[in-house]
């Protein structure tokens, strides 16, 4: 589900990639080189440039990380939902979204770094997730909203991903996206539903509505210009769109569906334009995309905590597992010998 | 997913193993790769197959095998393993011309 501009880096500071300070062999590069030009696909034993795994993996688990992240926000409204039939696809939503990350985890773990290790890197707040659950779901209309535009951006932008040049990657993310489908129009459904209720129903979504738009606008990431490590992801075939082209596709695809809903984006230079072909639309803060994105966005902290705690309270069980595996292992060999 | 990955995992004591997932969609069909998971043991990994790969009744029967069971041939092998069949084009049925009368054949 979930991506966000996938040039966000993990560690504070450093907005581009660093200088390669390994130096490839000539042979291998070229044949990598060569490979990636005829749009051809890496799979995980091939040899690859040392920047190219740190880039997948650093992608993929920040994106892996999100969609683990992602199942919060939404949870929360497991035990609120208005009916057994939305507890129902909230619960299969939700739980959709931990398949996704496993998925991804596993990808990741092709390159040859380990679950415990991307899951530190999170529990440590090294790593990245999507800056959207930072937001809390403050009414039933946002678990809608929720559906309908953060899914959408989530899905633009990772249709491209299904020609990612890393095979794992790309396979995952055609998973991802047959099971995605189903978010975005149960949530337009639901919100559909409440279109038809009340004045104070509608004004819900309305509501909703205002609090989401940019901040699904900024999901797809800095503006093209600032956004260096994504030249170097275009070279590899890792990035097919640009962020802005996203952007622009996804607000295209978002005003018919709104005027239908008969809901208004929060836009006041929102307008379609002739000469274009497309719909202009107005500036996006991005210093509260960084101020999010740098931890200090309204849930931050409190999303962390509950990934931690919930780690941490299931240790045992992992443990009491592996303790239970290793001991059957053993009575079966003694009976074997 | 893979089959060998590096070994320089430092967490690995406390991590589950790792299994690859078969699943087969339909009967007379092959089970197919589609991915991998982390469990414990055998049962769980079928288990946890279920949950994770077939949420839309995409199979009607599942493989779980330790990845690490598997043996892979080398990508730097490419050549010496596959390179062999590729002028034996006399393989193939479209090698040969056969008179158009004959039909199909």
């Not at chain 1, 899905?155 to 299904?162: F, G, H, R, S």
């Not at chain 1, 009491?320 to 003694?334: P, T, V």
């Not at chain 2, 339909?26 to 079928?46: I, R, T, V």
Request: charged fraction near 25%; charge should be neutral; proline fraction near 6%.
């Amino acid at each position: 589900m979930y991506t966000q501009s996938m040039s966000v880096p993990d560690d504070k500071g450093s907005r581009s990639v660093q200088p390669m300070a390994v130096t490839e062999p000539a042979d291998r590069m070229a044949r990598f080189d060569a490979c990636i030009d005829a749009d051809g696909r890496i799979e995980p034993q091939d040899w690859m440039p040392e920047a190219y795994r740190k880039t997948l993996v650093r992608q993929i688990s920040q994106h892996a990380h999100s969609e683990i992240v992602g199942m919060l926000p939404e949870g929360n409204w497991i035990g609120r939902a208005p009916s057994l039939k939305r507890k129902a696809i909230l619960i299969a939503k939700v739980q959709d979204e931990g398949g996704h990350g496993l998925y991804l985890y596993s990808a990741a773990e092709t390159l040859g770094t380990s679950r415990d290790q991307m899951l530190q890197a999170l529990h440590e707040g090294k790593a990245k997730y999507s800056s959207i659950f930072n937001y809390p779901t403050l009414t039933w209309a946002d678990v809608g909203v929720i559906g309908w535009l953060v899914d959408g951006a989530a899905i633009m932008n990772q249709i491209p991903l299904c020609r990612c040049s890393y095979g794992p990657y790309a396979r995952a993310m055609v998973r991802v996206c047959k099971e995605e489908s189903f978010h975005q129009r149960q949530g337009y459904e639901s919100l559909m539903v409440m279109m038809r209720g009340t004045p104070a129903q509608r004004e819900m979504v309305q509501d909703a509505v205002n609090r989401w738009w940019w901040k699904c606008l900024a999901m797809f990431g800095p503006p093209d210009a600032d956004s260096p490590n994504s030249v170097q992801g275009m070279r590899w075939g890792i990035k097919r769109v640009s962020n802005d082209e996203l952007r622009q596709q996804f607000v295209d695809a978002t005003v018919p569906q709104a005027k239908l809903l008969g809901v208004s984006l929060p836009d006041p230079l929102l307008k379609w334009n002739e000469a274009r072909g497309h719909h202009d639309y107005g500036p996006i803060d991005w210093d509260e995309f960084w101020h999010t994105v740098n931890g200090n966005g309204p849930c931050n902290k409190e999303r962390l905590a509950t990934r931690v705690k919930a780690h941490e309270d299931g240790a045992w069980v992992r443990e009491a597992a592996l303790a239970h595996a290793r001991k059957r292992q053993q009575a079966n060999l003694k009976e074997a010998a | 997913m893979s089959t060998s990955r590096p070994s320089t995992e430092p967490a690995a004591l406390k991590e589950w193993p790792l299994w690859e997932v078969f699943v087969r969609s339909k009967q007379g069909l092959e089970h197919k790769h589609c991915g991998s998971l982390h469990a414990a043991d055998a049962a769980q990994a079928l288990v946890m197959a279920r949950d994770v790969y077939t949420r839309r009744q995409e199979g009607v029967s599942i493989w779980v095998v330790p990845s690490r069971a598997i043996t892979a041939s080398s990508p730097d092998d490419k050549g010496e393993l596959f390179d062999p069949a590729a002028d034996k084009i006399y393989r193939h049925p479209t090698f040969y011309d056969i008179p158009n009368e004959v039909g199909h054949m």
